[in-house]
């Protein structure tokens, strides 16, 4: 079998050269997630069974201090996110999010840590695993147990690298991918941002 498209392809098939057959996620004026460290992973566009073209969009994580006492819910149907108030790391209304950034404790540095959503399908695909929707899907069965992204150590022995992707089988049934393109030191605490591909059920 040929090599599938690359990471900065559409994704869709069609012959017409028409490249506004599949809009991105993101409002025109959404930042792109910035940081040190640039993925160069390919990944394989080509829709699993039942679901429709990837649509691309971004997503990131950003940590407010913890003395805001503020959580981060990342929905990866979308990439949007949304803060609400944090209550020792409840979560008062998921709303369709698949991935949780909380502060475990206030002590001023490493304080937060990301998860996924009780009761969410969501994995970790490491750097080295084919970046396909099928495997994607797979791996969303695996749990994404909660990991201090200021430990370089353990986030690389859990497989939390540039290279490597958060995936999902989200609250509406997508398969989504979630790059890790970079990841950045911040004055406090560590930020993670990259390329969402959502692969939207259709049957």
């Not at 069965?141 to 690298?161: C, D, R, W, Y």
């Not at 990841?183 to 259709?202: F, H, M, N, R």
Request: with cysteine; charged share 20%; glycine share 10%.
């Amino acid at each position: 079998m040929e090599p599938t498209t690359s990471a900065s392809a559409s994704g869709s098939d069609s012959a017409s050269g028409d490249e506004s057959t599949v809009p991105p996620l993101d409002p025109p004026d959404s930042p792109r997630p910035t940081g040190s460290g640039t993925s160069t992973t390919r990944v394989d566009l080509a829709p699993p069974r039942g679901h429709g073209p990837a649509r691309e969009s971004s997503w990131g994580l950003t940590p407010a201090p913890c003395t805001n006492y503020e959580q981060q819910l990342i929905d990866l149907d979308t990439g949007l996110s949304r803060v609400e108030k944090e209550d020792d790391g409840k979560i008062g209304e998921p709303g369709g999010a698949e991935l949780h950034y909380w502060p475990e404790d206030c002590t001023g540095y490493a304080d937060y840590r990301l998860r996924g959503v009780p009761n969410t399908r969501v994995g970790l695909l490491r750097a080295g695993e084919p970046h396909t929707a099928e495997q994607c899907r797979k791996v969303s069965n695996t749990g994404l147990p909660p990991l201090n992204l200021n430990q370089s150590k353990t986030i690389e022995q859990a497989g939390f690298v540039v290279g490597a992707a958060i995936c999902s089988v989200t609250t509406e049934g997508a398969v989504a991918m979630a790059t890790i393109d970079h990841i950045s030191e911040g004055d406090a605490e560590d930020t993670a941002s990259g390329t969402l591909y959502v692969w939207p059920k259709t049957s």
